[in-house]
């Protein structure tokens, strides 16, 4: 491994581990209820690794963002980091619907298909009140307006603030919660959710496409929109939405701490607090305790982050996104849990090898050329005899 993968494994360790808990929930569930009814009663195993998945996020973005440096080039490579298995898996979710062996949610039929295709493909649709056609893609949602407001705290130059900004949006969680239990933006809403994914979809392209203070305009704007969604338009309510976005902000702030930017002492303040506001905010106690479970298990990983991983273990982080992503295709079409995970981790290499790798390597590509467009070439100053 490169060193900076190296460096990097306990992440993909993390993932490794999260990708297959959320796989195992579900498919428990399909294959055995029964003795998954006990374990979900105390621990909800899924939530436990979509927190997980929230925390490494919420770590990993803005270390991404600041790296490159450059907005578009952020743009660009989470484009083409999620986009090409998006299509590829709601493409074969709808081949397989029509053979009759997925079940898409039955409220799709209902909804113009313009606006389920639009909420679907910006990965909006859990905020925008739109059913997903692949039900597992209600966490990417929360991921947009987090990379949303990460943009736009990045455009003025405040995205150091990860520890407070954690701390009011959970603080914030709380009487929003009692206030707003459900969804504004709900199943009938339908142009406002339009105009809101139109919205998104044009302070990207601004972003990645203009200069100077038209790029910062639209990146802020950008963040509100984000932060909007997480409190008008969450299914779990105000509250809960809140909290993931916080957990977010909070995983940013172990970032900066390690870094060395932001004393450990508000690193741990804001985790704490976020993780007390989601406790009070929670609606069934098996949320809570994934909440607490899952922020103790990345504080272990974090602290052993320096050890030597499997790499095995780092290969499941790699293939995680097709694991996560892909699992709810076969639930109906493989017949027990054993050969569900065996057919799962060949389906997820394979798409990570065909699909996932090519794409994030054009993203490279194009950002390379993009950064070499945009340097102007230094003009020669014209030959005069002496």
């Not at 898996?89 to 799709?108: C, H, N």
């Not at 209600?138 to 990460?150: G, R």
């Not at 709380?174 to 302070?203: H, K, Q, R, S």
């Not at 060395?260 to 303040?269: E, I, S, Y």
Request: one cysteine or more; aromatic letters at 10%; hydrophobic letters at 60%.
């Amino acid at each position: 491994m490169a060193s900076n993968r190296s460096r990097l494994a306990w992440l993909d360790a993390l993932r490794g581990i999260a990708a297959p808990a959320v796989a195992l929930h579900h498919s428990a569930w399909t294959f055995v209820p029964a003795v998954w009814g006990e374990v979900d009663r105390r621990v909800d195993v899924g939530t436990w690794g979509v927190f997980v998945f929230f925390l490494v996020s919420g770590y990993i973005i803005p270390a991404s963002l600041e790296r490159r440096g450059d907005l578009r080039a952020f743009w660009t490579g989470r484009a083409f980091r999620l986009l090409p298995l998006l299509l590829a898996a709601l493409a074969l979710a709808l081949l397989l619907a029509y053979a009759g062996v997925f079940a898409t949610s039955p409220e799709l039929g209902s909804r113009p298909p313009s606006l389920v295709a639009l909420a679907n493909l910006t990965m909006l649709q859990e905020l925008l009140g739109v059913p997903s056609v692949i039900n597992v893609m209600w966490t990417l949602s929360y991921e947009m307006a987090f990379y949303l407001m990460t943009a736009g705290l990045f455009a003025v130059g405040q995205a150091h603030r990860s520890a407070p900004i954690a701390v009011v949006l959970a603080v914030a969680a709380v009487p929003l919660g009692l206030l707003m239990p459900y969804a504004t933006i709900n199943g009938g809403a339908d142009l406002v959710a339009t105009l809101m994914g139109v919205a998104v979809i044009l302070v990207i392209v601004v972003t990645v496409t203009a200069g100077g203070r038209l790029r910062t305009a639209a990146a802020v704007i950008g963040g509100v929109l984000g932060l909007t969604l997480v409190i008008l338009g969450s299914r779990i309510g105000a509250g809960q939405g809140l909290v993931i976005a916080a957990t977010m902000f909070a995983g940013t702030a172990v970032y900066r701490a390690e870094q060395g930017t932001l004393r450990r002492v508000w690193a741990a303040a804001a985790l704490l607090t976020v993780l007390a506001c989601g406790v009070l905010v929670a609606r069934e106690p098996a949320w809570a305790a994934a909440l607490l479970l899952a922020a103790g298990f990345f504080a272990l990983a974090f602290t052993l982050r320096r050890r030597w991983f499997p790499r095995w273990l780092a290969h499941l982080g790699v293939i995680s996104f097709s694991l996560y992503l892909l699992h709810p295709l076969l639930l109906r079409v493989v017949p027990n849990l054993p050969v569900f995970f065996l057919v799962l981790l060949l389906l997820g290499h394979v798409a990570y090898r065909l699909v996932e790798a090519p794409g994030q390597r054009l993203g490279r590509r194009l950002n390379a050329y993009l950064r070499r467009s945009s340097v102007q070439p230094t003009p020669r100053r014209p030959f005069t005899a002496s």
